[in-house]
């Protein structure tokens, strides 16, 4: 059966974006809903409900069946079973999702599911910066790191459907047992990452008279920043470098056309990308290291509820 529509649901950290698309990616309609709390099976039926919702103005607009749906989970999206692990919800942990949701919406409605990695760089080859690629690597900097790897036109997704968890990239020996939690890269380089970077920096400081302190966040040390404080300065040196190393490693490993910053953080760092290019280019691959294009996400939060129709589309596609 063709379908002239295709529903995406994007589950983020405090909201659920929903949208229906037509088969050039037009949004025809679109919704979000908080989670303000929501666990478990809270988090469910407000999906159903938003599924419930777009199902039924579909049929009434553009399809005289039940469109696809592809769902973008942040976390790990277990292909063979239909469970997901999502840390940020409570009640999430190996969570039979495509099992609920066919109870509740019916079995013969075909669902999708992947990784919120997976989903950004789909979402960013069908309608971002990597639009027409075969070989491109999405690096979602925000509150942690990952990374949407797309190659040969499929996406990465490894043994245990875990690939492009690089937030975990080891880039700074000796080990320390403070990385366990999310990892070296993540520690360093992530949005909480950061803050964190430039919190340690101020306690070497006995003489700093700036405005970064024990609660700064990201937003603040971007900020410090603008104004030539020396440990905003000194904490993007770092975080930079390892921005770069990160990229070195994407090039040499998957020789991409394309990498796509994108996340909450890039935003403000899209200043920094031609930075990150030079310290790329003292660590990759070289002849790799000048073919790849090195660029800011377009789509913003939105691509991976974008890839989460591409998701259910190329599915489709696929039979």
Same mark, same amino acid.
């Given at each position: ?21 037509d088969i050039s990616g037009n ?9 303000a709390g929501a666990r478990g ?113 499929? $996406?990465?997704?490894?043994? #245990? %459907?875990? =690939? +492009?968890?690089? *937030?975990?990239?080891? /880039? ?5 047992? !403070? ?115 090195? $660029?800011?996400?377009?789509? #913003? %939060?939105? =691509? +991976?509820?974008? *890839?989460?129709?591409? /998701? ?5 596609? !696929?039979?």
């Open positions: 059966m063709e379908y002239k529509c295709f529903i995406g649901l994007d589950i983020g950290g405090t909201k659920i974006s929903t949208a229906l698309f949004v025809l309609a679109e919704d979000k809903v908080l989670l099976k809270e988090v469910l039926a407000l999906i159903v409900k938003e599924l419930r919702a777009l199902i039924l103005f579909a049929k009434t607009t553009c399809c005289s069946e039940t469109p696809p749906v592809g769902i973008c989970v942040p976390g790990i999206a277990y292909h063979e079973s239909g469970k997901v692990w999502a840390p940020n919800i409570p009640g999430w942990d190996d969570y039979p999702l495509l099992e609920e949701l066919k109870e509740a919406l019916g079995k013969e409605i075909k669902i999708y599911i992947d990784s919120d990695r997976a989903c950004s760089i789909l979402g960013e080859t069908w309608r971002g910066s990597a639009k027409g690629s075969k070989n491109a690597v999405f690096v979602a900097v925000g509150t942690g790191i990952g990374a949407g790897i797309l190659m040969d036109g499929r $996406i990465l997704r490894g043994h #245990g %459907d875990i =690939a +492009g968890a690089t *937030g975990w990239m080891a /880039l700074q020996p000796p080990y320390d047992k !403070k990385y366990d939690a999310c990892g070296c890269f993540e520690y360093y380089a992530s949005g909480e990452g950061i803050a964190r970077t430039a919190r340690e920096y101020l306690l070497q400081a006995s003489d700093y008279k700036g405005i970064i302190n024990n609660a700064s966040s990201a937003k603040d040390i971007f900020a410090a920043y603008e104004d030539k404080d020396p440990i905003a300065i000194k904490t993007f040196d770092h975080v930079i470098a390892f921005w770069g190393m990160a990229t070195a490693n994407y090039v040499s490993l998957f020789d991409p056309e394309k990498i796509i910053f994108g996340g909450g953080v890039f935003g403000p760092a899209v200043q920094f990308i031609p930075r990150i290019r030079e310290e790329a280019e003292k660590w990759a691959q070289p002849i790799a290291m000048k073919q790849v294009t090195l $660029i800011p996400s377009v789509l #913003g %939060d939105h =691509a +991976g509820l974008i *890839g989460a129709g591409r /998701l259910a589309m190329i599915n489709q596609e !696929k039979g």
